[in-house]
């Protein structure tokens, strides 16, 4: 069991979603990938906890992030310690 504070809902095609990803392994930050695509529950999950159906939905240990926005990640990945 990973025990990331990070959940990431992406899709394979979504190049925003790569852009989340790679910035958090460049950050050296650890994350689970939820593929939205290949897993409907995961797709459903990011539905509730955004209202919207757009992707990435990024989970910071509840602070809910849609879309590549860094000064937003950066912000939340401080406020939780997890940088």
Not at 12 to 29: E, P, Q, S
Not at 33 to 57: C, F, L, Y
Request: charged share 25%; with cysteine.
């Amino acid at each position: 069991m990973n025990n990331s504070n990070i959940t990431v809902y992406s899709a394979t095609w979504c190049a925003f979603c790569k852009a989340a990803k790679d910035y958090f392994d460049k950050l050296g930050v650890k994350y689970v990938d939820r593929d939205v695509d290949a897993d409907p529950a995961a797709g459903q999950e990011a539905v509730a906890k955004s209202d919207q159906r757009g992707i990435p939905v990024i989970d910071i240990a509840g602070d809910i992030i849609i879309g590549f926005d860094r000064p937003k990640i950066d912000a939340a990945l401080k406020a939780h310690q997890l940088v």
